[in-house]
Nanobody
Framework: QLQLVESGGGLVQPGESLRLSCTGSGGRFNNLAVGWFRQAPGKEREGVSEREGVSCIGSDGTPVYTDSVKGRFTISRDAAKKTVYLQMNNLKPDDTGVYFC???????????????????WGQGTQVTVSS
């Protein structure tokens, strides 16, 4: 069974940067699409359906971004390390939330368009952007 572990969250001020990491183990990872989903403050107790796709990357490296992060976030993957990174620059308060990593057999665009409960999910990492 594939397991995903996220790291890299924290508290930063607007305009600062963070890099999130998602590492897979215990199953196939490199031939799956992998993505980052955000769950907004106040919705922490809600289910997978309340998560919004932020950025995803296909097994071939094709990236997808939601409009609000284009030009600020960059997603990449390192097959040797079975890790996907999300470099987040010029962070804004609206970027605040719990960021979950997911891995899916769907296409990268289908995966990022909506969260699928049957995909593999990590436990999440908190990102807080506040002055």
């Amino acid at each position: 069974q594939l397991q995903l572990v996220e790291s890299g969250g924290g508290l930063v001020q607007p305009g600062e940067s963070l890099r999130l990491s998602c590492t897979g183990s215990g199953g196939r990872f490199n031939n799956l699409a992998v993505g980052w989903f955000r769950q907004a403050p106040g919705k922490e107790r809600e289910g997978v359906s309340e998560r919004e796709g932020v950025s995803c990357i296909g097994s071939d490296g094709t990236p997808v971004y939601t409009d609000s992060v284009k030009g600020r976030f960059t997603i990449s993957r390192d097959a040797a390390k079975k890790t996907v990174y999300l470099q987040m620059n010029n962070l804004k308060p609206d970027d605040t939330g719990v960021y979950f990593c997911a891995a899916s057999g769907f296409s990268v665009r289908a995966m990022c368009s909506r969260p699928y409960a049957d995909d593999f999910w990590g436990q999440g990492t908190q990102v807080t952007v506040s002055s």
